[in-house]
């Protein structure tokens, strides 16, 4: 009678077996809901292989070359590390997947990455570069670490919150309107918080996210440590990278759970759609504006809980205990879309792949700096796709997402106007 | 080896290098295991890497390919979907036409049809039909599943209860012959609008498809016209989140589903037939005790709570479920004639109705295949017969008392007699008898899963008289190509000699399982292969 | 030994006729095409008869041309090259009447006379075509694909399965009829499909090129107790498209289609001539009619709403349009053609196609029915040109599968005793049908003088015809020249 003992352990592939052997190629993971189906366009959700065609870059395609290595069919060369690499790990595919079959493909695809980089392989040259500036200023500019804190000049803060603002390096360095509407919006709705300043160190997203796990263990454990120190029982971020991060990854990277890591992750839009509806926060300005929300998939299908697993896997591939299945449907959905929904002026409509369906910007898994023509390619269809519904400005929750979206609108001189949701929010309060 | 470096090149220009590669990698990445018959014997001993993988985009591009495969004797095999084990290459150094790129779809609104390229599946042709009044019928299959190979292979769906199999419905379009050449089918062959299916003569759509096709060992159809379903313009609303999301029935009364418990099964046939001859309903089906439990289930372990148990056990003979939806095609009052005639009927049997959700979450645009390998791990319909309601019936009762033997390595589904439903008003049944089983290696007695599939259920299929068709594929040809037709086994040889005679297009299909069952020791071949049909 | 010979020891010796009388017989038919003679013809008495009887030809390779029907009207029948004239009018049993099943199991010889008076007893019926002549075989009808009176049904073919002889002699049967020990088995024939391959397909639009049928399955449909008949008259065809389209579309109706008041008076007219012209002067230029029928449960209230949901249609789209219960000033309203319309045309009257001028050269094919009126245009342009009266121009569009195509055919008149009318009528078909075929036209079963044309064009097509034709029958005995072969 067939039983294995395996865990929820990304560092060794072999825990993710079961899953490759058992993917039949519905792809689900390629194709939007099918409920959802919009028709001829827009029907796919995984930019990797829309991109790239070949099955060697779907999820399918990687899990077999994954166990094509773990039986020794193959070895790492170029075309597979490139493969493995040309992928945002955005989570479409593990949803899609979650609605039929329960594979673990986006932990497989995880494990996939850290074997390479174990073995030696990985990550991309421009991975290693950016692994260097965090090690030495930790973030991913390379900006001086004294620096990540120049944003909050002015800016009131209160050590003894029990809300620690978790900024990130690209509101800290790059895009510092985000941290300043974030900080009017607390100050608005009176919640006193701190911010970690120059002890906060990169989340770790870059690291982990291209299989540095070594790496993106010591800062998360830094960051860990320094949250704990700070006596802050609530972790606050306006970042979807970070947000998943340290609510996910965190406690992936140490064999732990979400529940066990003695603080308590939130996004800002969770935040201010509490406030909504406890009244603490009001919208007075109108903005009179079309607008439309890209679905962060750090903030949307990938933000559920981490719980781990360890057990039996029996006769029909039964877990004991049950294995707990992360399927996207409690993602951070509806908050966002209502915050903007009441802003008085706004005429909010939706874009054709949304929510655990969402095309994802382009910028995630280390594509934006390894690939960057591929990120701009992802990010110019979900372009095409606000120009579909008619939104004059397109918001999201995510400084990357931002980030990759407006290089695509600076390369294509299209005239969307992309903001963050938290200055959008910042000007509905002013 | 792969294939010839000259033959890489006149392909690569052709498609453009981007198109194709002979990266091993990327081969790696089509490997098998896919579909209906993964981790069977043949999937796991025949099938291996492609050589080259290359992405067409056109007929012309197609006609090309082929011309140099046919050139340099390179085994090729097309694959839309890859739905099904038969398209994963069984050749050394094979060509692998991977036709996703092919993916136009174009409506033709007026005279009700779609004209599609082999990588348009079926949720996006639902939703194009749907937006304009009409719809196609999702098959078991799934609803990712190529349009244009499901409707030249079987494509069976509850919604065929009204309009019949996707067969009928196959139009004009153009065939690359297996040496390259083009035939334009239907109207195409004298225009180039392909809005019917005959041509001038003989009808070779007759070659073309059947039950159940040739799975790529004739040459690529590369487009295909193929008809759309009258439907009313109350629209259908997704709604929920990732799993479970369903398409919202109108508030108006113009879909309907029911769930009537019959109080046996013998009432749930004749019940069937009934509904039939009334001429009412747009589906009429009998859904396997097994996967009103998935549909109950969170995941696999929750299914196997519910299963594990007396209720689920004596649920196979005790409860009888008869699913019907009913459709206002005209109007709302459409739809409250039928409920009347539907509830005259099953009245007359002491049939209750049960509850059931207005949503469609597993037809009309969604059909979840992939759902049936999610309680063991493996699995494929050994039986599709497609003959009257009363012969479907018999056949799946007859394969239940069997399968025990097989049992395990099968999963124990308590002799559940399968899935079946009615098709064209009542003139046609459908039966699909369901195999489950753990594909892991560690079992004994494993090869009995293929026993059964391969030998056991198709000699009983002879033996009784059914018409399962569907193991022209799934079988020796050796065993039901003599037995059926009879012979039709010859045709497929000639046909081939034909078309193919250097048999470069996806061999060694449909010859595929006498190959595999030759290197087994545990069939017994007097007693199947070498046995004389003609003597019953 | 000589053939005759041969085959009389496979039929018997009165089944095997030579007679100079008989062969001038089945030298001809009813149509424009100039006579052919056989060798021999042979009647054959048993299904058993036929395979024989093939491969005896193929021993020889003699000609068969198989004949089922008692009439016949575009020449496809007409031994051209010799050879065997295989009579099937023998063959005329009802094997199975399978009512819980919708099917019925008949062979060749089995004509629409014949089959109609039988299922009437059982409130059933095999949809027809429109009022075929009663001595026309019911299977010879449907492999030559006549399109069925009734486009409500998108499985609107009624042949299923059969038991075919291959023209290399070889016994088949086709779809689920295919299983071992048919026809005492589960399975029934009701599959047309496989196996493996759609053979069924093959014999279809062959003219007898692909073999001979034994026997074969149909499907059977209730016949109706209780019927409502409209007529939607109009004076412009171009009026008529979009109740055409629209009206099948909601599922409704049984019989539905569209007449030209020439066809339409030839149908009505009782008695002879003074009924046809009275009507054809009456009568609107076009008529689409369509019954609405009760199927065995609450007859009343599916009437009720199909009609309900016809004058919605019209509310909505044509609101012009009448819907008239009555065909003003013809006899009883012209409400008869119901009853009509689900029998063959009575055997004693003069077929109605015959009736203006003795003999009809029906021009027929598929097209969109919104492209109809422009080739009605054409066909009204043209037909002058060769002295032909467009009063006497016959039109009939009959939808098929809701709408979604429609077959349309133009009905010549001419009298078949006039070897010059003859002439000119097959000059006028066959010039009209290049015209048509160049507009688009499809024409899925050309006969006579447009296969040339059909096969010239259809070249892919063609080439592959040639080379399945030469796999089923090696040496080019059944029925050839008559296709592309």
């Known amino acids: 009678m067939p039983e294995e003992y395996v865990k929820f352990d990304l560092t060794d592939m072999k825990n993710f077996e079961y899953d490759m052997k058992r993917c039949v190629r519905c792809k689900g993971c390629k194709w939007v809901d099918h409920i959802y189906m919009p028709g001829a366009t827009y029907s796919t959700r995984c930019p990797s292989e829309k991109r790239y065609l070949f099955d060697s870059f779907s999820a ?166 320094t949250i704990a120190k700070s006596g802050a029982k609530t972790v606050i971020t306006a970042c979807a990278e970070c947000y998943k991060t340290l609510k996910v990854d965190y406690p992936k990277m140490f064999n732990k759970s979400t529940s066990d890591m003695g603080y308590q992750v939130i996004h800002l839009v969770e935040f201010v759609a509490d406030q909504m509806e406890k009244g603490t926060i009001k919208f007075k300005n109108n903005i009179d504006m079309r607008v439309t929300y890209h679905d962060a998939c750090n903030l949307a299908r990938m933000s559920e809980p981490w719980v781990y697993w360890e057990g039996k896997r029996k006769l029909y591939g039964i877990t004991e205990p049950t294995a707990p299945r992360r399927k996207g449907t409690h993602g951070v959905y509806h908050q966002p879309r209502n915050i903007l929904k009441a802003i008085p002026g706004i005429d909010y409509v939706d874009m054709i792949r949304i929510r655990e369906n969402a095309w994802c910007c382009g910028a995630g898994g280390g594509v934006a700096e390894a690939f960057p023509e591929f990120a701009q390619w992802s990010a110019e269809e979900r372009l095409e796709e606000v120009d579909e519904v008619g939104a004059a400005a397109l918001i999201t929750a995510c400084p990357r997402c931002k980030d990759n979206f407006s290089k695509a609108i600076n390369a294509s001189g299209d005239n969307i106007k992309v903001m963050d949701i938290a200055e959008m929010i910042n000007e509905a309060i002013k | 080896m792969g294939i010839p470096q000259e033959a890489y090149k006149a392909m690569e220009d052709i498609v453009g290098s981007q198109y194709i590669t002979d990266d091993q990698v990327i081969a790696q990445a089509y490997v098998g295991r896919l579909g209906h018959g993964k981790d069977t014997g043949i999937d796991l001993d025949m099938n291996v890497p492609p050589a080259v993988i290359v992405l067409p985009r056109t007929t012309k591009e197609v006609q090309g390919i082929l011309k140099i495969a046919h050139r340099y004797k390179i085994n090729y095999v097309p694959a839309s979907s890859f739905w099904i084990s038969h398209c994963a290459p069984k050749r050394p150094d094979s060509l692998l036409l991977d036709l996703k790129r092919m993916n136009d779809l174009e409506i033709d609104e007026e005279n009700m049809c779609a004209i599609c390229g082999p990588g348009v599946i079926f949720s996006q042709l639902q939703e194009e039909a749907i937006k304009r009044g009409m719809y196609t019928t999702t098959p078991g299959g799934g609803s990712q599943v190529s349009v244009v190979a499901n409707h030249i292979n079987w494509g069976l769906s509850p919604l065929n209860y009204r309009n019949g199999v996707p067969g009928r419905r196959v139009l004009g379009g153009e065939w690359v012959l297996p040496d390259g050449e083009l035939l334009r089918i239907g109207s195409m062959s004298t225009t180039d609008d392909p809005f019917w299916g005959e041509g001038p003569g003989p009808d070779l759509r007759g070659l073309l498809r059947g039950w159940i096709g040739w799975f790529g060992a004739m040459g690529v159809v590369t487009k295909l016209a193929v008809k759309l379903l009258p439907f009313h313009d109350e629209g259908l609303k997704p709604v929920g989140i990732s799993p479970h999301t369903t398409l919202q029935f109108p508030e108006k009364k113009r879909i309907r589903w029911y769930n009537f418990v019959m109080p046996t099964r013998e009432s749930l046939v004749e019940c069937m037939y009934d509904i039939g001859k009334a001429e009412i309903a747009a589906a009429l089906t009998k859904v396997p005790q097994q996967w ?64 059931t959700r207005q949503s469609d979450n597993s037809w009309i645009k969604n059909a979840d295949s992939a759902t049936m390998w999610m309680m063991t791990g493996a699995y494929t319909s050994v039986q599709v017969t497609v003959d009257t309601v009363d012969c479907g019936v018999k056949g799946g009762e007859g394969l239940a008392r069997e399968k025990p033997a097989f049992t395990p390595p099968l999963m124990d589904d308590y002799g559940e007699p399968g899935w079946f439903q009615v098709s064209e008003i009542g003139h046609m049944g459908y039966i699909e008898f369901l195999q489950y089983w753990d594909p892991n290696p560690d079992q004994e007695n494993l090869y009995k899963k293929d026993e059964w599939n391969y030998i056991k259920v198709p000699t009983l299929d002879a033996e009784w008289g059914m018409f399962n068709a569907f193991n022209i594929y799934a079988s020796p040809m050796n065993l039901t190509g003599k037995a059926y037709g009879p012979e039709c086994r010859k045709w497929f040889e000639k046909v081939k000699a034909e078309f193919d005679p250097d048999k470069l297009s996806n061999d060694p299909i449909p010859w595929d399982v006498d190959e595999y069952v030759d290197k087994v020791d545990w069939v017994n071949k007097e007693d199947y292969i070498n046995r004389d049909w003609s003597k019953g | 030994m000589d053939l005759k010979n041969e085959l009389q020891k496979i039929v018997g010796a009165g089944n095997v006729l030579d007679s100079p009388e008989i062969l001038e017989e089945y030298s001809t038919d009813n149509g424009i095409y100039p006579p052919g003679m056989p060798t021999v013809v042979v009647k054959a008495g048993k299904s058993e008869d036929v395979a024989k009887v093939i491969n005896l030809a193929n021993k020889n390779s003699t000609p068969v041309i198989p004949v089922s029907s008692g009439v016949h009207f575009q020449g496809c029948t007409i031994p051209y090259q010799g050879g065997i004239v295989l009579d099937l009018s023998n063959l005329n049993k009802i094997l199975e009447i399978d009512p819980p099943n919708r099917r019925v199991r008949i062979e060749p010889g089995v004509t629409w006379g014949q089959i109609t008076d039988e299922l009437a007893k059982e409130n059933i019926r095999v949809i027809s075509p429109l009022l075929p002549h009663a001595d026309r075989s019911v299977i010879t009808d449907y492999l030559e694909r006549e399109a069925p009176v009734v486009p409500k049904y998108e499985f609107a073919e009624p042949l299923m399965t059969y038991e075919i002889v291959w023209p290399n002699g070889e016994v088949f049967r086709t779809g689920s009829a295919s299983v071992p020990g048919y026809p005492d088995s589960p399975a029934k024939g009701t599959n047309p499909a496989g196996p493996g391959l759609d053979f069924y397909r093959l014999p279809q639009g062959a003219q007898g090129t692909m073999g001979v049928i034994n026997w074969a399955n149909l499907k059977l449909e209730y016949l109706p107790k209780i019927n409502k008949i409209f007529f939607m008259p109009f004076e412009d065809i171009n009026a008529a498209i979009e109740p055409i389209y629209k009206i099948p579309r909601v599922h409704i109706g049984q019989e539905f289609f569209l007449l030209n008041h020439v066809d339409l008076a030839l149908i009505l007219a009782k008695q002879w001539p003074d009924d046809y012209d009275r009507l054809s002067d009456i009568l609107p230029s076009w008529t689409l009619i369509l019954t609405i029928s009760g199927p065995p449960r609450r007859p009343e209230e599916r009437i009720e709403y199909e009609k309900e949901a016809l004058f919605d249609l019209k509310k909505q789209y044509f609101q012009d349009m009448p819907i008239l219960e009555a065909l003003p000033g013809v006899p009883g309203g012209g409400r008869e053609l119901i009853h009509m319309l689900r029998k063959p045309w009575p055997k004693e009257e003069v077929y109605w196609k015959n009736r203006l001028s003795g003999a009809c050269q029906s021009l027929f094919f598929i097209a969109r029915p919104e492209d109809a009126p422009s080739f009605y245009e054409k066909v ?106």
């Open chain 1, 60 to 225: 399918w395609g990687r899990l077999r070359l994954a166990l094509s290595l773990l039986n020794g069919r193959i070895e790492f060369n170029d075309r597979f590390v490139e493969a493995i690499y040309k992928c945002q790990l955005c989570g479409a595919c593990d949803a899609g997947c979650k609605r039929n079959l329960d594979l673990e493909i986006g932990s497989a695809l995880e494990s996939l990455r850290i074997k390479c980089v174990a073995d030696g392989f990985g990550p991309m040259p421009e991975h290693k570069a950016i692994a260097e500036k965090i090690e030495k200023e930790h973030n991913v500019f390379g900006g001086p670490a004294d620096n990540r804190d120049k944003w909050a000049k002015g800016i009131q803060t209160d050590d003894k919150a029990e809300f620690v603002y978790f900024v990130g390096c690209y509101g800290s360095y790059k895009m510092q309107g985000i941290p300043k509407a974030t900080a009017n919006i607390l100050k608005a709705t009176g919640q006193s918080f701190k911010i970690m300043g120059s002890d906060e160190y990169c989340c770790g997203y870059p690291l982990y996210s291209t299989g540095q796990i070594e790496k993106a263990k010591k800062v998360a454990q830094h960051n860990i440590d």
């Open chain 3, 380 to 485: 009204v342009d043209e037909a002058p040109k060769y002295g032909y009266p467009l009063e006497d121009l016959g039109v009939y569009l009959q939808p098929i599968e809701q709408s979604r195509v429609c077959h349309l055919e133009f009905n010549m008149f001419y009298d078949p005793d006039d070897p010059i009318e003859r002439e000119k009528i097959r000059i006028m078909n066959r010039e009209l049908a290049q015209d048509l075929l160049d507009m688009g036209a499809i024409f899925t079963r050309p006969y006579g003088d447009l296969a040339d044309m059909v096969y010239e064009k259809a070249t892919s097509y063609t080439t592959a015809l040639k080379r399945v034709k030469k796999m089923f029958d090696p040496n080019n005995i059944m029925n050839p020249g008559r296709l592309c072969f």
């Open chain 2, 292 to 355: 009103r439990y998935i549909a109950k289930a969170g995941c696999r372990e929750d299914f196997w709570e519910g299963w594990n148990t007396d209720e689920a056990r004596n649920s196979i003979n005790n409860i009888h479920i008869c699913r019907v939806m009913l459709v206002g095609y005209a109007s709302e009052e459409q739809l409250e004639y039928e409920e009347r005639v539907l509830m005259d009927i099953m009245d007359s049997y002491g049939a209750k109705l049960g509850r």
